[in-house]
């Protein structure tokens, strides 16, 4: 049986209020975990290097602990701080499709805790089409271990209104920030496999992608 998911009060703040920003910041500095949009759809993330809080995602969520946890950056060069040999083809399709809905599995680096990778050596990574998301990680100084802002297996909530509805009375901040543009989760390229695999296809194509990089079937 899994972990029984605290009753919390769920504040929805627009995020273009002058002091939504902070109040995130703040919450996720001490554990607490946060909503808000991205370019694809909205996510709930901890921060990343809080093993507590990130745990935190699986129990709210009803996420399988088999299954790892992204990470959101602020910007390409980040990676070189969660991720352990950033290889020149990683570059290459930052270069191109970042920010946006690519993200990229890569070994993890030692600073990334075992709760974001559910004890894998990978990670997978990206840079959101979205300033609010990249902001959140530079104010915080640290990724977002971030996934769709939904119980695990239903719909990917691209309003403010589906994650209330779905998360409401589980987190303590939604910040609305109007409706996703793209509504669709990101494209999962594997890159420690040779050919890289796409593992989960999304906004970015696998013609685009090919453009680039040869891949796997």
Request: proline fraction near 11%; charged fraction near 15%; hydrophobic fraction near 45%.
């Amino acid at each position: 049986m899994g972990k029984a998911v605290p009753t919390v009060r769920t504040i929805r703040l627009c995020a273009r209020s002058s002091d939504a920003l902070e109040q995130a910041v703040e919450a996720l500095q001490r554990g607490k975990l946060v909503a808000f949009p991205t370019d694809t759809v909205y996510g709930v993330g901890a921060h990343a290097f809080l093993p507590g809080a990130v745990a935190q995602l699986y129990v709210v969520k009803e996420r399988p602990a088999q299954l790892p946890i992204p990470l959101l950056l602020p910007d390409a060069a980040a990676m070189e701080a969660v991720c352990a040999d950033v290889s020149p083809l990683a570059w290459r399709l930052a270069e191109r499709f970042w920010p946006g809905g690519l993200s990229l599995i890569l070994s993890r680096a030692p600073i990334v805790p075992k709760a974001v990778t559910a004890g894998g050596p990978t990670v997978a990574v990206r840079v959101p089409d979205h300033a609010l998301a990249r902001e959140l990680c530079r104010q915080l100084g640290a990724p977002l271990a971030a996934t769709s802002a939904n119980l695990h297996g239903q719909p990917d909530p691209v309003t403010a209104d589906e994650v209330e509805a779905a998360l409401g009375g589980r987190i303590p901040l939604v910040l609305d920030g109007g409706p996703c543009p793209d509504g669709m989760a990101s494209t999962v390229l594997d890159l420690t496999v040779s050919p890289p695999i796409i593992l989960r296809s999304g906004p970015v194509t696998a013609r685009q992608l090919a453009a680039v990089v040869p891949l796997c079937g």
